[in-house]
């Protein structure tokens, strides 16, 4: 773990948002996890989240610094593997709330309500059923199409294999901040084996069916992974729709039920938030205008003005401050 005002946290050198807002916090971690709500309970936030991403699966790290509640929607086809750094309060329908220190899976077809740690937080492993069909054919040579994992808090065993794998490659990325991509499939590797040995699968004649709120967010997640790969470009509501393989209707619907905005509100935010992120991190050379054209977002002036609304404060005093730690 790098170190920030004297404490070792996770992934420090690569994705990074700091932030006293509840949004900001909630759309950065939502874009490496699942979609959640974010609740502080009482006082003021003082949140730091940092993530990485390694092929199709994400890691990523979250404290608050300041109690709030952590709504999980059902993760749908997401796995995703929580690690509570210190103890953590979790509850889910029909469960009361318990305190962990174990890691556990969100429920798939449930949400989950998650308390973490004020000053130590939690790191999420999140990749999706299909990528853990694939790794295993891959492994194996058998079908995986039958697979289902099961999931929720409490009924897994944990023998700490992902916590293992985690901080393996938060320890190689603080020697190698910037790896190169055989490094970032190994990573990737590395983490799917361990889930493969920590989750327990089972084949059944299908997988189970999830809600409709949990079948939106597959839409979502697929429709999120194709944006975030043309950010740069111009996307027309038609290509999206088309790319995620439903109608313009159904994919307005799907990520008002998941995220409560439609598909042009959340691009936007993809892309003030990836131009914030190269902001805190700017290359000598780049300048505001040139970021904002690498986001889509090509009117420097709305640009200025959305990202003010957003962050509270200009994009050009973010890139200052990102060059002065350079």
């Known amino acids: 773990m790098r170190s920030i005002r004297g404490e070792s946290l996770p992934f420090l050198g690569q994705l990074r948002e700091e932030s006293a807002r509840a949004d900001v916090l909630r759309d950065f971690v939502a874009n490496l996890t699942v979609p959640h709500e974010l609740d502080p309970i009482h006082g ?70 998650l308390v973490p740690s004020t000053q130590e937080g939690a790191v999420f492993v999140t990749t999706t059923e299909e990528r853990l069909r694939e790794y295993r054919l891959e492994l194996t040579g058998e079908d995986s199409s039958r697979m289902r994992v099961q999931s929720g808090p409490g009924r897994l065993p944990n023998s700490g294999v992902v916590d293992a794998a985690w901080q393996y490659v938060d320890r190689v990325l603080a020697m190698w901040p910037r790896p190169s991509l055989p490094m970032l499939a190994t990573f990737e590797q590395l983490l799917l084996s361990a889930l493969m040995i920590e989750l327990p699968l089972a ?17 979502v997640r697929r429709a999120v992974a194709w944006a975030r790969t043309r950010v740069a470009s111009r996307i027309t509501m038609d290509e999206w729709a088309a ?35 190269l902001l805190q991190h700017p290359g000598e050379e780049s300048s505001v205008a040139q970021i904002a054209e690498q986001v889509g977002l090509r009117h420097l002036g709305r640009f200025a003005s959305a990202y003010k609304d957003r962050f509270d404060e200009l994009p050009s005093q973010t890139r200052r401050r990102g060059a002065a730690v350079r």
Do not use: N
């Not at 936030?45 to 699966?57: C, I, N, R, S, W």
């Open 44 to 113: 003021v936030l003082d949140g730091l989240a940092t993530g990485v991403v390694v092929g199709d699966t994400t890691l990523a790290f979250v404290r608050y610094g300041a109690p709030a509640r952590m709504t999980a929607e059902p993760s749908g086809s997401a796995i995703c593997w929580v690690v509570p750094i210190g103890p953590m309060s979790v509850s889910s329908p029909g469960q009361h709330e318990t305190r962990y220190r174990d890691g556990f899976v969100l429920g798939r077809e449930s949400p989950t309500v």
């Open 203 to 219: 084949l059944a004649p299908e997988l189970r069916t999830v809600g409709t709120r949990a079948s939106s967010a597959i839409h």
């Open 243 to 277: 790319a995620t393989g439903i109608s313009v209707r159904h994919l307005q619907k799907v990520f008002q039920d998941v995220h409560g905005c439609t598909p042009v509100e959340y691009l936007l935010t993809m892309r003030l938030t990836r131009a914030r992120q």
